[in-house]
């Protein structure tokens, strides 16, 4: 059975999450999750259907939650925000959708058919409903294959995609690389610094030159020649959808990053933008940051 830590030593592991430790105690990592000014709690849909590959941190036994939604729910109980886990795509209409603040997907492929996990899809229009809603003004957090899912067809990106900023095209072993704060990044993650970490990284294109980049994955650091061929570009960032907020991190392939403490800050940090809990100026910064980039980006004018 396939598993997050396949081909990583325990040793490897054990030192990961030392290195967290020791830099949370050092104060050096984010603070997460900020509550809202008028303490309400805010709710997310977790939505973890998978129409093509399963990762092993959203895959249930029975009707059991799967290991990502379970922290996620945690993180929500201990930070006031309510946490909805689905597999179910028929959520996806304008009236079931009215009652969240942020929509949170890992899935992967085309949500409108049933796919690998049998779950019930996207209804016809659900698509629209997703993209309307968080235009409306709502949030949207991508987690790793977020970018793997409604792939781009045709040479024509897929609005989705434009939405969440970038596309995923492949992935190389898991192993530790070196990531990079952007150097002019206003997000209001309190305390982020530079950092190397074991996970599955993936190779990103068609990305969105409107976003406002948090963290660079430093290509020359890993062991792939494919990957150090390749420009530094963003593994995580923020950009407004309308007068929405979407977040994306290409991070958590891996069980022992969602326990990583530094992990949790950041999707913290984002969520809670993503909830409107925070404001925060996110210029584009995509061409002064990773300008080199600019070969991974976006290349059709379909708007």
Known sequence: MFTSTQG???????????????????????????????????????????????????????????????????????????????????????????????????????????????????????????????????????????????????GKVDPYIRMVGGEFKTHGAQQSSKVHVARDNKFPIEGLKDFELTEEWYQLFNLNPDMHVILIQDTKSMKEESYRKLPNYPNTWARKEGDGRVFFTSMGHREDVWTNPLFKSIALGGLAWAAGNVQADIPPNFKEVVPEAMELAIKDTNA
């Open 8 to 154: 990583i030593t325990r040793r490897e592991a054990m030192k990961t999450a030392a290195v967290a430790a020791a830099a949370l105690a050092g104060g050096t990592f984010p603070l997460g999750w900020t509550r809202a000014a008028d303490n309400k709690a805010r709710k997310v849909l977790f939505f973890t259907k998978s129409a093509g590959f399963q990762h092993s941190v959203i895959t249930r036994k029975g009707d059991e939650l799967g290991h990502a939604e379970k922290i996620l729910t945690q993180w929500g109980k201990e930070n006031n925000f309510d946490v909805t886990a689905t597999k179910d795509g028929s959520v996806f209409t304008p009236e079931k959708l009215a009652d969240f603040d942020v929509i949170a997907f890992y899935t992967t492929l085309d949500l409108t058919q049933p796919g690998t996990d049998k779950s019930p899809p996207m209804p016809a229009g659900g698509k629209e409903a997703l993209f309307n809603h968080i235009r409306s003004g709502k949030g949207f957090v991508g987690f790793h294959c977020a970018s793997d899912t409604f792939h781009s067809q045709g």
